[in-house]
């Protein structure tokens, strides 16, 4: 398969590949129609990347995320690529500057920008910060750019590539003139970067910021106040009167809390069964688990209250690694902390060797899974799930099997067992 690249066309850190790869003499296509905030929510995007950022490249090995991270793979995929270094000390100084262009540059230059679009909260003391972090940092890129035409060596390297895609968001979003020209090496090489043919491109025509976004407004403009007759000082009494009542009245009712909206579980007939007590049960009991928590959950058991359900993990081929299997049980485990008043779950990892298989037993209150539980954790669709038939006596003795820590588990032994509880 081609490198496909998840990101939106304008994504500057998508910028980074693309370019490395018009150096590489690799070939990577941006995947169709990607719209941000609802391709990279889907389950498949999850897959790729848990925390659901961009970029991501897919490749024939699996995904990889982190921009810096794409980068470097595109251009490692050519042997002796002269933009990763010749030498090991080019290798040293590449790697320098591009921790140097994320950490002092990208970051700053995103401390100073973002709040200005909304995004985060805009305090003038922390983007004084940001400016004067920026200042030092880009002082710094300038007195190595007094003697030097690139960041290492005397020609384009990866580090080249991830500074001037860093810096362009800056150019171009921020950073005017009036600010930059305190700067005038940086101002020379990033003009020199950006008209180089292969970078260019993929930027296509830069031009500099020439005003800073505006600040966002904390309160929208006040509305001019109609000019009224002085109304006579009885009357305006009576009305001043009147205007303290409706403003206490209108306190109250703002004060008042509003009720809670009630989980539509809880809005089912009562049951019989009382999750917490087979809660309790299960970590209770320490001996003849069969005959002692086994017997007391079908003795508690409501089939009309709540529902018994087998998952099992779609992907088991990628769980080659066991401490990993095991953290991304963990992790689907804490993110169902949201229904932990009605369930109750086992999560099994089994095999000697890997790939291992992830399977688990979930009792859920109501006859299907909770809606809320499938928009809300995106782990669920991870899993096929099958409701429990209880009239199969297969099914039914899986479910003890389970609950039990069965070892070995259908053949094969128990490498890690967890319990929702």
Known sequence: MALVLHAGKTNKNAFKALI????SGVQVKMVENFEMGVSNKTPEFIKMNPLGKVPVLETPEGPVFESNAIARYVARLKVNNPICGSTLIDYGHIEQWIDFAAMEIDANIAKWF??????GV????AEEAAIAALKRALGALNTHLASNTFLVGHAVTLADIIM??????GFFQIMTKSFTSEFPHVERYFWTL?????IKRILGEVKQAVSLPPVPSKKPAAQPKETKPKAEPKKEAKKEVEKQAAKAEAAEEEEAPKPKPKNPLDLLPPSKMVLDDWKRLYSNTKTNFREVAIKGFWDMYDPEGYSLWFCDYKYNEENTVSFVTMNKVGGFLQRMDLARKYAFGKMLVIGANPPFKVKGLWLFRGQEIPQFVIDECYDMELYEWKKVDLSDAAQKERVNQMIEDCEPFEGEPLLDAKCFK
């Not at 490395?20 to 150096?23: D, I």
């Not at 805009?122 to 003391?125: K, N, R």
């Not at 001037?164 to 968001?169: D, E, I, K």
């Open 20 to 23: 490395a790869a018009e150096y």
């Open 114 to 119: 973002y709040p200005r679009l909304g995004y």
């Open 122 to 125: 805009y305090l003038p003391p």
């Open 164 to 169: 001037t895609c860093n810096l362009y968001l």
């Open 194 to 198: 950006v008209n180089q043919p292969k």
